[in-house]
């Protein structure tokens, strides 16, 4: 499916007016050329693992964009888990699946091509990222990708503007930690991954960037 037309159709299969605005909200932040610029990496044809996936906009945009992928999403929230299967049974989509499941404590018994995560880095807790990267590593095939795609600490107006949004979607309680890139790119260096950084630029002021991780077993 042509990738506008993808988007259209997700949007208009979400099952209520809040679901439907809210998912306009994340297709205008995460929007079109940012998915392509992440999705490039994949393969043709691949077992992909969405981790932290919500209401599975963008593991239904790759599945109705790549038919040859085969996705797995998961998340925490078994409402939002339950929407998104049945949005991908409206939508007749049979490349995608969806698990509850809290990110952390996955602990698949598939093994996948590649994996990836869409601004989850920074809304876990700093001393558990390490042990979650590392197991992801495990689940990874020989000359698998990791795409973490998040956001940087810098400059700073940016972080703010980020910051800003992120209170308004999850409180003051949780802890939030934009993760300096050389920070990042050490730990997963430390985890053995070549790692390949890929910023990318928005209109909107959000310090976006992509980190492209292959580890060799």
Known sequence: MEARAAIKAIIDHQPSFIVRAYSRVRFSILHQEILDQIGQYFPAKARILDLGCGFGLFSLYYALTGPGRDLVGVDRNESRIAM????????????????????????GKESFDAIYMLDLIHHLPRQEVRPFLAELR????????????????????????????????????????????????????????????????????????????????
């Open 84 to 107: 998104a299967n049945s949005c991908a049974r409206a939508l007749g989509v049979s490349n995608v699946r969806y698990v509850a499941q809290d990110a952390l404590e996955f602990r």
């Open 138 to 217: 495990n689940i990874l095939r020989p000359g698998g990708l990791l795409l973490v795609k998040d956001v940087s600490h810098r400059p700073h107006y940016k972080r703010l503007f980020t910051l800003a949004l992120d209170r308004a979607m999850v409180g003051l309680r949780e802890a939030i930690y934009y993760w300096p890139p050389n920070d990042l790119v050490e730990l997963l260096q430390g985890l053995g991954f070549d790692v390949k950084r890929h910023p990318i630029k928005d209109i909107l002021p959000y310090p976006h960037m992509l980190y492209v991780c292959t580890f060799q077993a």
